[in-house]
T-cell receptor, first 115, second 119 residues
Framework: AQSVTQLGSHVSVSEGALVLLRCNYS??????LFWYVQYPNQGLQLLLK??????LVKGINGFEAEFKKSETSFHLTKPSAHMSDAAEYFC?????????????FGPGTSLSVIP | GAVVSQHPSRVICKSGTSVKIECRSL??????MFWYRQFPKQSLMLMAT?????????EQGVEKDKFLINHASLTLSTLTVTSAHPEDSSFYIC???????????????FGPGTRLTVL
């Protein structure tokens, strides 16, 4: 079974400050890990994904995440927050054991950016 | 990139009626499609997984007779909410994954979602 936890349902940062959104996963098989962003009343947009290659993954809009197996973590960071980063962020886990495996989402973290 | 569309984007219906939501993969063949439900301020909850030409696999607690899923072609899946009630009001999101040779099969591409309101 797989699961995802996201520490902090709401994170608030100042514009220009570091963004750090935490994600920890549980998986009995090697995982694929994803970060998605969702703007109000819209679908999901993939920010980045880890698929067993490089542990430091760079995504769109200046975001990156590092896979740490020893900590079972996949935290999302961005050096400098922009007002347009305010949105809901979901960490998700899948499995590489089957091409039909489902993606399990974490509860989400709402990011606010203060001008 | 791969594009998934949903229709309609928003629907309002009376209690007791049935509503059909379409999910289409526009530029790739989706061997697997997923349907999620998202309540306000909550995460996405997987409802069912459908493989083209097969019966859908429903998650525990999801009524298969109420949420009918059809995946008759490699580019179209439909979700029909039968005899909808106000508690079925939610944001429904589909996703699609290609097979070998298509988009990376370990990645799902999400539709924009359908807002269902049952009066």
């Amino acid at each position: 079974a797989q699961s995802v936890t996201q520490l902090g349902s709401h994170v608030s940062v100042s514009e220009g400050a570091l963004v750090l959104l935490r994600c920890n996963y549980s998986s009995s098989v090697p995982p694929y890990l994803f970060w998605y962003v969702q703007y109000p009343n819209q679908g999901l947009q993939l920010l980045l994904k880890y698929t067993s290659a490089a542990t430091l993954v760079k995504g769109i809009n200046g975001f990156e995440a590092e896979f740490k197996k020893s900590e079972t973590s996949f935290h999302l960071t961005k050096p400098s927050a922009h007002m347009s980063d305010a949105a809901e962020y979901f960490c998700a886990v899948s499995s590489i054991s089957s091409s039909y495996d489902k993606v399990i989402f974490g509860p989400g973290t709402s990011l606010s950016v203060i001008p | 990139g791969a594009v998934v569309s949903q229709h309609p984007s928003r629907v309002i219906c009376k209690s007791g009626t049935s509503v059909k939501i379409e999910c289409r993969s526009l530029d790739f063949q989706a061997t697997t499609m997923f349907w999620y439900r998202q309540f306000p301020k909550q995460s996405l909850m997987l409802m069912a997984t459908s493989n083209e030409g097969s019966k859908a696999t429903y998650e525990q607690g999801v009524e298969k007779d109420k949420f009918l899923i059809n995946h008759a072609s490699l580019t179209l899946s439909t979700l029909t909410v039968t005899s909808a009630h106000p508690e079925d009001s939610s944001f429904y999101i589909c996703s699609a994954r290609g097979g070998e040779g298509g988009p990376p099969y370990n990645e799902q591409f999400f539709g924009p979602g359908t807002r269902l309101t049952v009066l």
